[in-house]
Each structure stands twice: as structure tokens, then as C-alpha cells.
């Protein structure tokens, strides 16, 4: 049986001599200056109290400007800020130039300091983990999130904010024009595999935050399931799709009956034509080895998704994420009043778009002022913090059906095997607003554009 190594036993993984290379590089040589800000270190990374207090001095003179961070500016700087006996005095500082076998290793010693410094913080993560399993105020999976979140943090550095100069910017924004000129490819984020849409949003953008929304039966979950299945079975870019609906089973039958195109009752019935079978085999065939990842669970709660979300994210590299729909997403605090949870859920969503850095489209329904009419943000139910989180609202609108004169008294009425939707852009951040004009196939629950607008 492996033997159990207390982390209390032990010091901190740290390297001193590489802290001190580090310092004496970038008091040696302005560009290892510059390095090191590149990598992101900051005063915390170094283990030594002394050295942070170096690196404290250094980076308020960069912050400054006009003085170079060299022995005789951090000297006068550590007294200014009374903090040179911290720092070892003024011998430890004019010390570290001795140490440094060549500045130009800064990008090896940077990244040492920030390996070292990372596993500290691992460390301290895994003595928080046993406080908060210890606190009996908490849930389990309150304390998963919060781990978690770290965790990712960790791993992706979001802890660092830096201010970037508008040349810096300026430069990165002329390589993506360039580019596009070059490509000529209007599209700048993934294609939800209908042009006129995409012309109008140049497709889903990283970080965004995208509500559909519909009144129920409209089409709103067969029109995500055609938008996932073209990202990931035609496009092979890796999907996840959140159904909080319906069954893992019932979400593959209807992407069978729409990539087949056999009716889905009939799949459901098992009353299939010889010819509807082999298309069902081909159509499986053609699915079976898509990164399309399906994540079935009734009543969700809003740390639980967000948990799957960075799984998915981090073990799947999953680049789109789709919510069948943001009104079963149950919030741990049941008690507050439902368009506060809603409101929470909206922002948390908002924010794992961001953390994630890929898309978060969310299906929503309409409040019941949407039915049969033009569906304004006004609709959206019950929050108005939704209309605001959202980077992109996309609403589905269909006509009332028309009666027959021999069936004008009648309540229902047979649906159409096409119905003639509208796919509305409400609203959109960075964009044109406006329609687009789609045709739904009922009975393979597909949308498919109509021929010429």
C-alpha cells in the first residue's frame, strides 16, 4: 500500500536560487524586465519574503516609468516605501547580480517561479478543501464549486489583470484584419449552419452569452439540436448540449429523424419503410464518432451545470455549450423569490461564457404576452437581468394558423408540415439586429432556410 506524505512535514516547493537568478536578471537587463511581466509574475509568486519585496520595488518604479529598476533606483525605492530590512537590506539587493548565470534565461527562471508558486497554491488549496469539507453550513457540491472555480483559475491564470497599452492592442487587431482580408471568410466564430444568420452575427462568438427564445412547441429545441448537430457532426467541432428536458434517448431520436430525414413518428413506431431503415443506419453512422456530448439530468441545480460545464470544457475541449432551457435550472437557495434565482443564474451563466471563453447559447420560453405575436426582449421571462446579461437574444416566431372557412369555428387545427418561421435578432452587442426567414419540416423537426429571401 502507497505510503501517505503529509504536505505539513514538508517546506513549500520552492527554489531560492532561481528566485534570486530571477531579480538579479531583471536588475541586470531591462528586457528580462519585460519577460517577466510577459510571464505574468507577480510579488506573491516568490517564496521568500525578501524577494517579494524586491519584485514590490521593481514593479511600482516599471509602474511609474521614467527610473530603470536597477540596485541603486530598487534601494531608494524599498526606503521610500520602508521596506528595505524586509528585503534583506541593501547587500542582499546589490547581491543578486552575483547570482545569475546569464540574463538571458529570464523566460526559464520566470517560468520556474511561477511553476513553484503554482504548486504552493495547490497546496493551499488542498488545506482549504479540508476546512470547508469540515464546515457543516456548507453543501457538498457548494464546496465542489468553489474548489473547482479555483482550480481553473489556477490553471488559467485568471488571476492576473493587467493593463494593456492601445498599441500593444492595436498591433493584434491589425493581424486579425489582415487576416480576414486574406481569407476573405466572413465568419469569425462558429457557424450555426444557417448563412443568413450567420452573415448577420459572423457566427457564435467566443465569450457570449446567447439567448434563443420561444413560447413552448415553436421549435426552440429542434432548432439548437440542427445548430449543435451541423457545429459537431459536419463541422467536427466538439459540442456539449445541456438537456434539462428531455431524455438523453428522445434527444438522439429527434437528431436521427432530422439527419435521416424520416418522420420522427414513425421512428418512435417502428413502422419504417425499408428505404427509412438504411437512412437511419447511414445517419448513425455518420454520428456515431462526432464530438457531440450529450448531458442528461432532470432538475439540474446551477452548481452542478456549471461543474459539467468546466468538465466538458477541460477533458472534451468542448467549443460550444447549448441549455435546454434556463427555466429548469434550479438555483441551491429555493427560497428566494424565482426572478431573483433567475436573475443569479442569468449572470452565472453570463460568466462561465467568459471563464470558459467559448459560447453559451441557453434556450429560454416567452411569458405568455408572446403568443402569436412579434416576440420583443420585453418578453423574456421572468427577469429583465436576462435582456441585459445576454450578448445575443435570438427569438423564434411563428404565424398563427390560419382556418379554413368550413373550419372557421374550430379550436385545433392540424399543423402544416411546413410552417413558416421567423428566426428574430433582438438584440445583439456587436451587430445588426433584424430577421431571418426559415421553414420548419414538423414532422423531422428541421429547419431548414428558405430558398431566396
Known amino acids: ?3 501517505t506524505v503529509f504536505a505539513r512535514d514538508k517546506t513549500p ?10 531579480l538579479g536578471s531583471v536588475l541586470e537587463d531591462s528586457e528580462a524586465l519585460a519577460a517577466a511581466i510577459q510571464a505574468h509574475l507577480r510579488p506573491e509568486d516568490f517564496y521568500s519574503r525578501a524577494n517579494q519585496r524586491i519584485f514590490e520595488a521593481i514593479k511600482s518604479l516599471d509602474d511609474k516609468g521614467g527610473l530603470r529598476p536597477d540596485i541603486q533606483t530598487v534601494v531608494q525605492e524599498l526606503k521610500r516605501l520602508g521596506k528595505l530590512d524586509e528585503a534583506g537590506g541593501a547587500s542582499y539587493v546589490s547581491g543578486l547580480t552575483t547570482v545569475i548565470p546569464s540574463s538571458a534565461n529570464i523566460d526559464y527562471y520566470a517560468q520556474m517561479v511561477k511553476n513553484y508558486s503554482l504548486k504552493r497554491s495547490l497546496l493551499k488549496v488542498a488545506s482549504q478543501i479540508g476546512v470547508k469539507a469540515y464546515d457543516e453550513s456548507k453543501d457538498s457540491r457548494e464546496v465542489l464549486e468553489e474548489v473547482q472555480q479555483i ?7 485568471r488571476q492576473v489583470i493587467s493593463a494593456r497599452k492601445i498599441s500593444d492592442v492595436l498591433k493584434e487587431t491589425i493581424d486579425i484584419i489582415d487576416h480576414a482580408r486574406k481569407t476573405k471568410n466572413p465568419i469569425t466564430g462558429i457557424s450555426s449552419g444557417f448563412d443568413k444568420l450567420d452573415q448577420l452575427t459572423s457566427g457564435f462568438q467566443r465569450d457570449e452569452f446567447i439567448i434563443l427564445g420561444a413560447r413552448p ?10 445548430m449543435a448537430a451541423h457545429i459537431a457532426f459536419h463541422k467536427k467541432i466538439p459540442a456539449a448540449f445541456f438537456s434539462l428536458e428531455m431524455s438523453g434517448i428522445a434527444l438522439v431520436q429527434r437528431l436521427i429523424s432530422s439527419e435521416a430525414v424520416v418522420q420522427a413518428q414513425n421512428l418512435r413506431s417502428g413502422y419504417l419503410s425499408g428505404s427509412d431503415y438504411k437512412k437511419i443506419v447511414d445517419s448513425m453512422g455518420i454520428i456515431y464518432d462526432t464530438p457531440f456530448y450529450i448531458i ?11 461543474a459539467q460545464a468546466r ?29 431573483e434565482q433567475i436573475s443569479e443564474i442569468s449572470r452565472s451563466l453570463k460568466s462561465l461564457a467568459r471563464e470558459l471563453h467559448i459560447p453559451v447559447v441557453v434556450l429560454c420560453q416567452l411569458n405568455r404576452d408572446a403568443q402569436w405575436e412579434t416576440p420583443t426582449l420585453a418578453n423574456l421571462r421572468d427577469s429583465g437581468s436576462i435582456e441585459q446579461d445576454a450578448d445575443l437574444v435570438l427569438f423564434l416566431n411563428r ?7 368550413k373550419d372557421k369555428d374550430e379550436e385545433n387545427q392540424a399543423p402544416l408540415d411546413v410552417v413558416p418561421t421567423d428566426l428574430i435578432i433582438a438584440k445583439q452587442r456587436n451587430g445588426p439586429i ?9 414532422k423531422v423537426a428541421r429547419f431548414l432556410p428558405v430558398a431566396k429571401e
Open 311 to 339: 468538465k466538458q470544457r477541460s477533458q472534451q475541449n468542448v467549443e460550444i455549450i447549448f441549455i435546454d432551457y434556463l427555466g429548469l435550472i434550479a438555483h441551491e437557495n429555493s427560497s428566494l423569490p424565482r426572478y
Open 151 to 157: 482550480i481553473f483559475e489556477l490553471t488559467d491564470d
Open 1 to 3: 500500500m502507497a505510503q
Open 13 to 22: 516547493p520552492h527554489d531560492d536560487e532561481l528566485e534570486r537568478a530571477t
Open 296 to 306: 442528461d439530468m432532470p432538475n439540474m441545480k446551477l452548481l452542478d451545470l456549471r
Open 434 to 442: 433584424g430577421a431571418v426567414k426559415l421553414l420548419f419540416e414538423s
Open 217 to 226: 412547441s415553436v421549435g426552440k429545441t429542434a432548432l439548437a439540436l440542427n
Open 399 to 405: 404565424e398563427p394558423p390560419k382556418k379554413n372557412k
